[in-house]
């Protein structure tokens, strides 16, 4: 069954580094989503991305993080100068059809981000 | 605005016993989907089970369904016989219809099957 996969599982750096998260989405969707869940918290929307640009951020999604679909494959989420506060769990989802409905979004296994 | 309320933090439930787990939500949108994951302690976010808000009957899938009581604006997921690898984190999370916007999510339940 097709899966959404993120590379790596874990990425630990240092405050101020840049840190490309990797993902990529179930082959026939079209819509691609960031989510971060911060340890025992709850589940927080970062960007949806649809026909190679942003259709919706969330005010988390500020000047440091951006997304790329660089190729037909990947989506990545990029975060220019990381804080300790960035450290969480991201995952990457996708959804086949434009439109809502019954679209569920499926998810990767997550990045488990550490900012020390 | 939208928001989604999981009332039980924790609830511990023993093997084979059945399990229902609160969601209450608000919208203002006339229609709109419903959406269970599970999140195991390896951390991945797993689907569950949908109902849209125009579905005349409540949601099976497997040993999984959803008691949807749209007046009230609940979404309960009921776990059937219990197993000890349901115990995980469960969220109930909503969606516009009419749209792919972002998922709105509870702050979940966790969940521990006692053997």
């Known amino acids: 069954e097709p899966e959404v996969t993120q590379t790596p599982s874990h990425q630990v750096t240092q405050m101020g580094q840049e840190v490309i998260l990797r993902c990529v989405p179930i082959?026939?969707?079209?819509?691609f989503y960031w989510y971060r869940q911060i340890l025992g918290q709850k589940v927080e929307f970062l960007v949806s991305f649809y026909n190679n640009e942003i259709s919706e951020k969330s005010e988390i999604f500020d000047d440091q993080f951006s997304v790329e679909r660089p190729d037909g494959s990947n989506f990545t989420l990029k975060i220019r100068s990381t804080k300790l506060e960035d450290s969480a769990m991201y995952f990457c989802?996708?959804?086949?059809?434009?439109?809502?409905?019954?679209?569920?979004?499926?998810f990767g296994p997550g990045t488990r981000l550490t900012v020390l | 605005a939208q928001k989604i309320t999981q009332t039980q933090p924790g609830m511990f439930v023993q093997e084979k016993e059945a399990v229902t787990l609160d969601c209450t939500y608000d919208t203002s949108d006339p229609s709109y989907g419903l959406f269970w994951y599970k999140q195991p302690s390896s951390g991945e976010m797993i689907f569950l089970i949908y109902?849209?808000?125009?579905d005349q009957q409540n949601a099976t899938e497997g040993r999984y369904s959803l008691n949807f009581q749209k007046a009230r604006k609940s979404a309960n997921l009921v776990i059937s016989a219990s197993q000890l690898g349901d115990s995980a984190m469960y969220f109930c999370a909503m969606r516009p219809l009419d749209s792919n916007y972002q998922l709105i999510w509870g702050a979940g339940t966790k969940l521990i099957i006692k053997p």
């Open positions: 082959s026939n969707h079209l819509y």
């Open positions: 109902q849209g808000s125009y």
């Open positions: 989802a996708s959804t086949r059809l434009a439109g809502g409905g019954r679209n569920t979004q499926y």
